[in-house]
């Protein structure tokens, strides 16, 4: 099945500082990708949903300009989590889906993101 | 609104068989997922279903009714192993994935 990399697995970084989280997709081209959040024993919730070569649109009580959405080729996107707080702690989950198969997402490895 | 639901844990015994139950009212229906997640891992994906029936897929088996709006996963010969959250979500007409909460299982000797 396709494949979807995430990168970093885990990063702990200080308060204030920004994060980029990468998210490809290696054997086809995802022309839409989403990203999640997912709070401990809570289920997935969508931030925003990223397009090849446009806005991200990002879903309602989402901060556009902090958690900042690039999706410049049809293979990468990009989520800056910038001045981070403590309360960005989370694990933060990038999927995509192959237009030829338009049914299974499939997800990245997922990013665990701690604050201090 | 949209919603799904299905229950927020269930116990088992290895060996066992036990049904999740997914029940969905969502804008549009284009098919409906079962994810497995491990904790603190990403969601690895199970099964899809679009049609009414059943499909089999080894130990695990999902079944579809969409005038009821009502799924279930089945997990038969449970093993240690299949302790996880297994989350139901449905593509509603926009090709947007809704999630339920997750149901945990847990397995017990």
């Known amino acids: 099945g396709a494949v979807v990399s995430q990168h970093p697995s885990w990063v702990i970084c200080k308060s204030g500082t920004s994060v980029k989280i990468e998210c490809r997709s290696l054997?086809?081209?995802?022309?839409?990708m989403f990203w999640y959040r997912q709070f401990p024993k809570q289920s997935l919730m969508l931030m925003a949903t990223?397009?090849?070569?446009?806005?991200?649109?990002?879903e309602q009580g989402v901060e556009k300009d902090k958690f900042l959405i690039n999706h410049a080729s049809l293979t990468l996107s990009t989520l800056t989590v910038t001045s981070a707080h403590p309360e960005d702690s989370s694990f933060y989950i990038c999927s995509a889906r192959d237009p030829a198969v338009n049914t299974e997402a499939f997800f990245g490895q997922g990013t665990r993101l701690t604050v201090v | 609104g949209q919603n799904i639901d299905q229950p927020t844990e269930m116990t088992a015994t290895e060996g066992a068989i036990v049904q999740i139950n997914c029940t969905y009212q969502?804008?549009?229906?284009?098919?409906l997922f079962w994810y497995q997640q491990h904790a603190g891992e990403a969601p690895t994906f199970l099964s899809y279903?679009?049609l009414d029936g059943l499909e089999e897929k080894g130990r695990f088996s999902s079944f579809l009714s969409r005038s009821k709006g009502y799924s279930y996963l089945l997990l038969k010969e449970l093993q240690m192993k299949d302790s996880a959250s297994y989350l139901c979500?449905?593509?509603?007409?926009?090709?947007?994935?809704?999630w339920g909460a997750g149901t945990k299982l847990i397995i017990k000797p």
């Open positions: 969502t804008s549009g229906f284009n098919g």
């Open positions: 990223s397009n090849e070569g446009s806005k991200a649109t990002y």
């Open positions: 054997d086809f081209q995802a022309t839409t």
């Open positions: 279903n679009v």
């Open positions: 979500a449905v593509m509603d007409s926009n090709y947007q994935l809704i």
